[in-house]
């Protein structure tokens, strides 16, 4: 499970609502532990995202 306080229903509005702006191909943001790259879109849409998960911190895993 994912805590996430996000507003969106879809993975294209949270995209959206971390970028702050319809996003473009190769656009890219960290979120936690996630490095994501916004990798297809249409015109307003994200169609895919390519994810890369990094280890935790040792501060982080305690929290």
Known sequence: D???EA???TVSGWVMEQLGRI???GDTFTWENLDVTVTDTDYRRVLEIEVHCRPKEADE???
């Open 2 to 4: 994912v805590d996430c």
């Open 7 to 9: 507003d969106c229903t």
């Open 23 to 25: 996003p473009n191909e």
């Open 61 to 63: 895993e305690e929290d």
